[in-house]
């Protein structure tokens, strides 16, 4: 069953479906973030174990094809050294579904934070969708928005 598994799921396949598989959570985040539907599936930790799951998935398939994680590690050497790895398409689609995992993360955070302060979903749209392309800047838009909600400037919660 597994073979006719990874028959269906060609590398190419899993990389369409995670990236459309994502769109439906950024949208209830971003048009529903108070319903229940965005409590259930989106900030819950649904979301993550699907992706978690499909990171499984393909470190199974990696290592019954014989790829070799030792290479992962010369990431740390230097900047060739990453973009040699980025040419391995075992390691760009790892760290792709890595990606896309953590900045859904961090949306799903900015939502459930947001309701602390009680703020409005349409303030709330730009930075998720900075978010969903450029995580790090996305979470630093909220924490800028979030200081006038907050009314005070905190480092850690």
């Known amino acids: 069953m597994i073979e006719q598994i990874a028959i269906f799921f ?13 769109i439906p959570f ?12 965005c409590g259930l599936f989106v900030t819950s930790i649904f979301p993550i174990i699907i992706l978690g799951s499909v990171y499984i998935y393909l470190l199974y398939y990696f290592i019954s094809s014989g790829y070799d994680f030792s290479e992962n590690f010369n990431l740390y050497l230097g900047l ?18 890595h990606f896309l995992a953590i900045n859904l993360f961090c949306g ?31 979470v630093f838009i909220y924490w800028l ?13």
């Open 26 to 37: 950024w949208f209830i985040l971003m048009f529903f973030p108070q319903s229940k539907v």
């Open 108 to 138: 799903a955070w900015i939502v459930k934070d947001s309701k602390r302060f009680y703020m409005s979903k349409f303030l709330l749209i730009f930075p998720l969708i900075i978010t969903y392309f450029i995580g790090p800047v996305g």
């Open 145 to 157: 928005i979030r200081i006038f909600f907050a009314k005070s400037i905190t480092l850690f919660d």
């Open 80 to 97: 060739y050294e990453l973009a040699d790895l980025f040419e391995n398409e075992a390691f760009l689609l790892l760290f792709w579904v």
């Open 10 to 22: 060609s590398i190419e396949m899993i990389y369409l479906w995670v990236n459309i598989g994502v």
